[in-house]
Every structure is written in structure tokens, then in C-alpha cells.
């Protein structure tokens, strides 16, 4: 047989009477510590709601978390075919970091003390593609634009 649940402000709205009426109804078992005050009738009924809700959620598997962690597992097998890996930085010097993605070299930032304002330089293949006051700018151009 089914109950309605009814949630706390429901049951706030319900007089005594149908409070005990509702009790009766679920035919709960456990021993209303107050049976004039209305707070004891109500948290009666919700320990009771609760209880089930709880041997429900626990016996029938959860349709949710299953499409979720399906959801999940395809974006990252994606994200493994786009990025296979992430990129390996080497400090040479201060002034020189390269880029490998595996053991492919794939870009290095060297610094121009000639440049006035833009001193850092990306290289990929020995050609400058890109030009920043940080190096940190090279950094994020490297990174965003997946040399």
C-alpha cells in the first residue's frame, strides 16, 4: 500500500487530529514521546517518511548516478582522443623552456634581450609564431592553442 509523503510544511498545516490520523495510517510503531505536542506527531511521521525513503533509495539502484557516471566516462574518453596527454615542460635555463607532447618537441620559449617590450618568444620549428612581456602569456599561448 502507498502513503502520500507529505513534506514539514505540510504537516506544520495539519491539526493534531489529523495528525494522529496520518500516524494511524502508516502504522508506525515507535512511540510518540509527547502525544500533546504537535512537533512530536511531526517529527514521528517524518522519522517514519524518512526511513522508507531511505530502504528505497538503497534498494532499487539510482538511474541518475547511472547516467551520470556514463556521461562522465564519455567525456573523458573524448578528452583522451582530443588531449591524449598534457605537455611536458623542460627548463633548460631560465631564459629557455621547451614543450613535448610525449617525446615529440612541439615549442620552446627562449627570451630576446633585444626587444624592448615584448622579450619572451614562442618557437615552433625554429620560427617565431608568437610575442609577450611574460613568460606565463607564452605559457597560456602554448597551452590554448595545442602546438
Not at 505540510?10 to 512511540?31: F, G, M, N, P
Not at 512537533?39 to 531511505?54: C, R, T, V
Not at 556521461?71 to 614543450?99: C, G, K, M, N, W
Not at 630576446?112 to 610575442?131: A, C, G, S
Request: hydrophobic residues 40%.
Amino acid at each position: 500500500m502507498t502513503y502520500q509523503i507529505y513534506n514539514q510544511q505540510q504537516l506544520q498545516l495539519k491539526s493534531i487530529a489529523r495528525l494522529k490520523q496520518i500516524y494511524s495510517e502508516i502504522a508506525y510503531t515507535v512511540e510518540v514521546s509527547d502525544k500533546r505536542c504537535k512537533d512530536s506527531w511531526i517529527s514521528a511521521i517524518a522519522e517514519y517518511q524518512a526511513s522508507k525513503i531511505q530502504k528505497l533509495t538503497l534498494a532499487a539502484p539510482d538511474e541518475q548516478a547511472t547516467a551520470q557516471a556514463e556521461l562522465d566516462h564519455f567525456i573523458a574518453t573524448q578528452a583522451q582522443a582530443i588531449a591524449p596527454e598534457p605537455l611536458r615542460i623542460v627548463e633548460i635555463s631560465f631564459d629557455h623552456h621547451e614543450y613535448y607532447a610525449g617525446n615529440q618537441l612541439v615549442a620552446s620559449i627562449s627570451y630576446d634581450d633585444n626587444h624592448l617590450t615584448q622579450r619572451w618568444i614562442v618557437m615552433v620549428n625554429d620560427k617565431e609564431v608568437f610575442r609577450a612581456n611574460t613568460l606565463m602569456r607564452c605559457d597560456r599561448f602554448i597551452c590554448t592553442h595545442s602546438l
